[in-house]
């Protein structure tokens, strides 16, 4: 290593010891990172060639205030994530907050009293509890008798067949399928059992609606959700789709029926699609959905590298360093408040922007324990940016996502080394 770049770490905060560490990590996984790099050649091309056929402009790029009727630059991206994704229809919208937002809306729109709704995938994410009810809140989708049922994987990960045959039944209206492990340590789906999940539960009810909770997935493999059979399709801007220039917005994709019925819930029955004045954000929704099949690319490197240091370690790892990858996120359980605490803030210290402050766990709205975040973000709680957040409670895991560049996330990943080992936590 050329003395420049290691006292340049150093200078940075990061000890010889911990860089070596970590060169030796890398050198076992160049040919990893060469398949990441082949996948994200084909999404850039799947997205410019989105882009070419819908012949987005120069115009396409400008904004629209009021009611944003006929905005050119939000139709036209509303098709080129479409086609993009093999879908029918998308909405695409600043004006969807974030992904539990997005999800709300797709399953309040396409849900009406005496349904059930029914996630066979185990509990959903932390901030769905209080959408579907789960843990009762104001406007819940159980509030509207809506009821919810539930059939958790199996010990080893695999689907319960035979307990979501026993499931469905005649009011199971809307499945939804969440790919990403979120907060929990079980697998995360890869694109393929998901098909084979729906094409299980169709041939129980055709038309039952199959939604899959895509946060995190996009673009980490060579193809979404929708391309095997998903009916819905929903995700956050400022994860991967947004490619870290989106400052806002959510996407949900799918069948036309179940997308306009999305449209009619976000705004109004009857205005729906049509109005939504795009108010200057054309050009970064634009620009990061061609960024981002790099950025994610980037992000997954650092997953890697995450999960290859942190199990040479001795810490349990998920998915483990040789596993293949479906979503951004790698979980670390370090076993004890501490260990998440140390990790956060070296990932925070490694930040370009809030790089001096020191990360403190705090109660969260729509978690149930305190949550510690560490993000020194361009836009603020942007998890595609390098982050990581750990609740406070056994495991003691954190998940550990996002890197703009591959270059940042290693820098990440170094520093929280170098924390954990000025913690005493870990001996190299
Ligand atoms: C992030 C995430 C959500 C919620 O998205 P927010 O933008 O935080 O509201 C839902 N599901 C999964 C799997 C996620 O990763």
Redesign the pocket.
């Known amino acids: 290593m050329e003395a420049s770049f290691v006292a340049m770490y150093k200078e940075m905060g990061i000890s010889e010891e911990v860089l070596s560490f970590g060169e030796e990590i890398l050198q076992g996984l160049k040919q990893r990172f060469e398949e990441i790099d082949r996948i994200a050649e084909y999404n850039q091309l799947k997205v410019v060639h989105a882009m070419q056929k819908n012949r987005v402009s120069e115009a396409c790029l400008h904004p629209s205030t009021g009611y944003g009727y006929d905005d050119l630059g939000r139709d036209t991206l509303e098709k080129v994530y479409a086609d993009c994704f093999g879908a029918e229809d998308a909405l695409v919208r600043p004006q969807i907050?974030?992904?539990?937002?997005?999800?709300g809306v797709a399953l309040a729109a396409n849900l009406r009293p005496g349904d059930e709704l029914l996630s066979p995938v185990g509990k959903?994410?932390d901030?769905?509890e209080e959408v579907i009810g789960i843990r009762p809140s104001r406007g819940s989708l159980a509030e509207y008798g809506i009821t919810y049922a539930q059939v958790d994987l199996l010990e080893d990960g695999s689907f319960d067949w035979e307990g979501i045959r026993n499931a469905i039944n005649d009011r199971t209206k809307l499945i939804t399928i969440?790919?990403?492990?979120?907060y929990q340590t079980r697998p995360t789906l890869s694109v393929d059992r998901i098909g084979e999940l729906i094409a299980f539960c169709k041939s129980i009810k055709p038309d039952v609606i199959c939604m899959v909770?895509?946060?995190?997935?996009e673009f980490v493999e060579d193809k979404e959700p929708v391309q095997v059979g998903a009916d819905l399709m929903v995700?956050?801007l400022?994860?991967n789709p947004g490619g870290g220039l989106a400052p806002i917005g959510?996407y949900i994709c799918g069948k036309k029926e179940y997308v306009e019925n999305a449209a009619f819930r976000l705004t109004t029955p009857g205005l729906g699609k049509e109005v939504g004045a795009s108010l200057g954000v054309n050009q970064a929704f634009y620009q990061g959905f061609f960024l981002a099949p790099t950025v994610t690319a980037s992000a997954l490197k650092g997953a890697i590298f995450a999960a290859n240091v942190y199990e040479k370690l001795g810490f349990a790892v998920v998915p483990n360093g040789t596993e293949s990858r479906h979503?951004i996120?790698q979980a670390v359980t370090l076993g004890s408040p501490e260990g998440v605490i140390a990790f956060c803030r070296g990932i925070q210290a490694a930040a370009p922007v809030d790089s001096y402050v020191t990360p403190e766990p705090w109660a969260m709205p729509?978690y149930d324990a305190d949550v510690i975040m560490a993000a020194g973000a361009f836009v603020q709680?942007s998890?595609i940016e390098l982050s990581a957040d750990g609740p406070i409670k056994p495991p003691y895991a954190v998940y550990f996502q996002g890197g703009l560049t591959w270059q940042h996330a290693k820098l990440g990943i170094l520093m929280s080394l170098q924390k954990m080992k000025e913690a005493g936590l870990v001996d190299l």
């Open positions: 907050a974030c992904g539990t937002h997005a999800l959903p994410y901030t769905l969440q790919r990403s492990k979120g909770d895509n946060c995190y997935g995700g956050s400022i994860k959510g979503d996120i729509g709680g998890s």
